[in-house]
């Protein structure tokens, strides 16, 4: 006759809190082996598995910094890397490099009959990271007080021996004059600044592209984020300044550009607009001509970040693609009142228009894309 067993006999089915139906088949153990690192899907859940030295791991598929695929990622040493941006987990563990008080879950594995096999459940939990937000996540709200104007500088010149600048003379008359006028203002130039160019995350997927910038979040001493705070928290005008190279703006107007592809991309991959009730202005000035292109690539730009912007948004002098004599040139600007009157006149128009736009216009946070972007990222 069968014996009935008690809830202190040690072979009670219910002291075996997972059964073997909490374990997935993931196939032959040979074949997986074939790559140290792989995304497998156990009930819709992706998993990281892991084969180092023959021996298998599985952790969470999920980075804890921004949801990176981990089971895409890579080993260095003992430890899987985030393909996005970086962060490491111990293959075994699943806990972070020491000093990171982190840890993602990590599934046990087993190999049966030549199959390897998964727990469906984690044996461990996660452990998220502790630091505070970063300063620019802050809620976007305008502080009260005057309208506020940045102007930024994008030429480049020696530090050491700097030189007379056509378009940051001209941005500092235009910010003199708002300042005349009630305004508060700021210089900002990309020249005395530090920071690191884009470093194309989101060619690896436009999520990984993150507000604030990866660069900004994990490099304390990259100094953008004067620019991001001036634009997303700061200011109410913007005035973008850039000499004109073989036809173009500055390389460092580029650098700082490119790096506020994370700006747009949130409005692409969340619809979140940071830029709200902004307006923006440029001037442009420089020996050989293409006003016209550095114009309206500026314009396109900072369109596609949300500015707005007032009737004839920028001044621009050029002497044409002949005039070779610079000095000539330096001297046009500086003599001339007419651009320093025009300068002036910018700042007013911009002034105008970001005044009778805090005076009623809500500040969107959301926005219809048209065109390429239009409706939502698939993902």
């Given at each position: 006759?069968?014996?009935?067993?008690?809830?202190?006999?040690?072979?009670?089915?219910?002291?075996?809190?997972?059964?073997?139906?909490?374990?997935?088949?993931?196939?032959?153990?040979?074949?997986?082996?074939?790559?140290?690192?792989?995304?497998?899907?156990?009930?819709?859940?992706?998993?990281?598995?892991?084969?180092?030295?023959?021996?298998?791991?599985?952790?969470?598929?999920?980075?804890?910094?921004?949801?990176?695929?981990?089971?895409?990622?890579?080993?260095?040493?003992?430890?899987?890397?985030?393909?996005?941006?970086?962060?490491?987990?111990?293959?075994?563990?699943?806990?972070?490099?020491?000093?990171?008080?982190?840890?993602?879950?990590?599934?046990?594995?087993?190999?049966?009959?030549?199959?390897?096999?998964?727990?469906?459940?984690?044996?461990?939990?996660?452990?998220?990271?502790?630091?505070?937000?970063?300063?620019?996540?802050?809620?976007?709200?305008?502080?009260?007080?005057?309208?506020?104007?940045?102007?930024?500088?994008?030429?480049?010149?020696?530090?050491?021996?700097?030189?007379?600048?056509?378009?940051?003379?001209?941005?500092?008359?235009?910010?003199?004059?708002?300042?005349?006028?009630?305004?508060?203002?700021?210089?900002?130039?990309?020249?005395?600044?530090?920071?690191?160019?884009?470093?194309?995350?989101?060619?690896?997927?436009?999520?990984?592209?993150?507000?604030?910038?990866?660069?900004?979040?994990?490099?304390?001493?990259?100094?953008?984020?004067?620019?991001?705070?001036?634009?997303?928290?700061?200011?109410?005008?913007?005035?973008?300044?850039?000499?004109?190279?073989?036809?173009?703006?500055?390389?460092l107007y580029f650098k700082m550009i490119e790096r506020m592809n994370?700006?747009?991309?949130?409005?692409?991959?969340?619809?979140?607009?940071?830029?709200?009730?902004?307006?923006?202005?440029?001037?442009?000035?420089?020996?050989?001509?293409?006003?016209?292109?550095?114009?309206?690539?500026?314009?396109?730009?900072?369109?596609?970040?949300?500015?707005?912007?007032?009737?004839?948004?920028?001044?621009?002098?050029?002497?044409?693609?002949?005039?070779?004599?610079?000095?000539?040139?330096?001297?046009?600007?500086?003599?001339?009142?007419?651009?320093?009157?025009?300068?002036?006149?910018?700042?007013?128009?911009?002034?105008?228009?970001?005044?009778?736009?805090?005076?009623?216009?809500?500040?969107?946070?959301?926005?219809?894309?048209?065109?390429?972007?239009?409706?939502?990222?698939?993902?």
């Amino acid at each position: 006759m069968a014996q009935s067993r008690t809830v202190d006999d040690p072979r009670a089915p219910w002291d075996n809190p997972r059964p073997m139906s909490d374990w997935k088949d993931l196939g032959p153990a040979d074949a997986l082996r074939a790559k140290d690192v792989q995304q497998v899907d156990v009930d819709g859940k992706p998993l990281a598995l892991i084969c180092k030295d023959g021996v298998f791991s599985a952790l969470s598929g999920h980075c804890l910094h921004a949801g990176g695929p981990l089971g895409q990622g890579r080993l260095s040493g003992d430890y899987l890397v985030c393909p996005w941006h970086g962060w490491h987990y111990h293959c075994k563990t699943g806990e972070g490099r020491p000093g990171f008080n982190i840890a993602i879950p990590r599934y046990e594995t087993k190999i049966e009959g030549g199959r390897l096999l998964v727990r469906t459940t984690p044996s461990t939990e996660a452990k998220h990271p502790s630091h505070p937000p970063h300063p620019l996540t802050r809620p976007i709200e305008r502080a009260p007080g005057p309208p506020r104007v940045v102007g930024i500088s994008t030429t480049v010149m020696n530090r050491h021996d700097p030189r007379y600048s056509t378009s940051e003379d001209l941005l500092q008359v235009a910010l003199n004059h708002a300042a005349s006028i009630g305004a508060e203002s700021r210089l900002i130039k990309l020249n005395d600044l530090k920071f690191r160019s884009c470093e194309g995350y989101y060619s690896k997927s436009a999520h990984a592209c993150i507000w604030p910038c990866t660069i900004t979040q994990l490099d304390p001493g990259d100094q953008l984020e004067q620019v991001y705070d001036a634009f997303i928290h700061w200011a109410d005008v913007a005035i973008i300044a850039s000499p004109i190279r073989w036809g173009s703006a500055s390389s460092l107007y580029f650098k700082m550009i490119e790096r506020m592809n994370c700006i747009q991309n949130q409005l692409t991959t969340h619809d979140r607009v940071l830029i709200r009730n902004k307006v923006a202005a440029f001037i442009i000035t420089g020996g050989q001509d293409n006003v016209q292109a550095v114009a309206g690539q500026m314009m396109m730009f900072f369109g596609e970040l949300g500015f707005l912007f007032p009737q004839f948004p920028f001044i621009a002098h050029s002497r044409g693609w002949s005039a070779e004599d610079m000095e000539n040139n330096v001297a046009y600007v500086k003599e001339t009142e007419h651009l320093r009157n025009g300068a002036k006149e910018l700042a007013v128009r911009s002034l105008d228009m970001a005044r009778e736009i805090l005076a009623g216009r809500a500040a969107p946070t959301s926005a219809e894309r048209g065109g390429r972007k239009a409706g939502h990222p698939e993902g």
